[in-house]
Nanobody
Framework: VQLQASGGGLVQAGASLRLACAAS????????AAWFRQAPGKQRELVAA???????NYADSVRGRFTISRDNPKNTMYLQMNSLTPEDTAVYYC????????????????????WGQGTQVTVSS
């Protein structure tokens, strides 16, 4: 299983970015997936998760600004990020578990077995 994240960049506060995570070796149709981020000196944290039924879970800090989605035919997951702030600056990782965990487990780092390489998002003020 390989996950390839892309779409990061340097933007100004208030701008938008769309991250993409392309999967090979598995189908997002049948497995949950999530975006995490890690800022310098901080722990990796959940940004958003989506399960096989399409239910979503967002961190409080991004709810209403970010949207997680997936395109099953393209086997790609997306994170649409709007109204970006400098506090969103981090390396963003996509991840997927080997099984199908319960919804309450989706925010937990240990739930995920497969990780993409990360894409840097930098938001300037």
């Amino acid at each position: 299983v390989q996950l390839q994240a892309s779409g990061g960049g340097l933007v100004q506060a208030g701008a938008s970015l769309r991250l993409a995570c392309a999967a090979s070796g598995r189908s997002f149709r049948y497995y949950s997936a999530a975006w995490f981020r890690q800022a310098p000196g901080k722990q990796r944290e959940l940004v958003a998760a989506i399960n096989t039924g399409g239910s979503t879970n967002y961190a409080d800090s991004v709810r209403g600004r970010f949207t997680i989605s997936r395109d099953n035919p393209k086997n790609t997951m997306y994170l649409q990020m709007n109204s970006l702030t400098p506090e969103d600056t981090a390396v963003y990782y996509c991840a997927s578990p080997s099984g199908n965990p319960i919804v309450s487990a989706l925010p937990q780092l240990a739930t995920y077995d497969y990780w993409g390489q990360g894409t840097q998002v930098t938001v300037s003020s």
